[in-house]
């Protein structure tokens, strides 16, 4: 069927064996790795600090026209939030619920707000932290807590992470 399809597209046979050993390379890099108790999955949001809740907000709910949740205060992480739906994922506003909120830090560095970080779902929380953190992939907290979907989280340390800041949610 690939040859089939590599012709139709109008690949000579020496492309369309450079494509399928390039693809046979790419899979042998994987042999031997063995299995892993939990899966990484979907993408569940990405979250941006910002310094104005109410004006962020207005801009993809009045202006973008997106569907926006209301304002979700969650103490236990010093935050507000607000979800943005896009059909495929998520976009989380996050604003400081206090003066010890770690959303505040990051405001008094990037004025204008941001990029916070990206969250990812995984199927087994408990197990994706233990083998992340023997693989030395640090972690912001000792234990996985209860996010702002009601759902275990864990936040990995960015600079473990190629300076993203990564949440993983268990789906």
Not at 64 to 71: D, F, G, M, Q, Y
Request: charged share 20%; aromatic share 4%; hydrophobic share 40%.
């Amino acid at each position: 069927m690939a040859s089939a399809v590599l012709k139709v597209a109008g690949f000579s046979k020496c492309s369309r064996a450079t494509i399928l050993r390039g693809h046979s390379t790419t899979a042998s890099l994987h042999q031997g790795v063995p299995g892993s108790l939990w899966k990484l999955g979907k993408l569940n949001h990405i979250a941006i600090a910002v310094p104005d809740m109410e004006k962020a907000t207005a801009l993809y709910r009045d202006v973008l026209r997106a569907t926006v949740s209301e304002k979700v205060p969650l103490p236990e992480h010093g935050v507000y939030t607000v979800f943005v739906e896009l059909g495929n994922t998520k976009l989380e506003l996050l604003h400081p619920l206090g003066e010890k909120s770690p959303i505040s830090g990051f405001l008094q560095k990037n004025k204008s707000g941001g990029l916070h970080h990206i969250c990812i779902e995984v199927d087994d929380i408990t197990a994706a932290v233990a083998d992340l953190k023997s693989k030395n992939i640090r972690t912001l907290s000792a234990e996985p807590r209860i996010g702002a979907h009601g759902k275990p989280v864990m936040f990995l340390h960015p600079k473990d992470c190629d300076g993203v800041l990564v949440e993983l949610e268990e789906a």
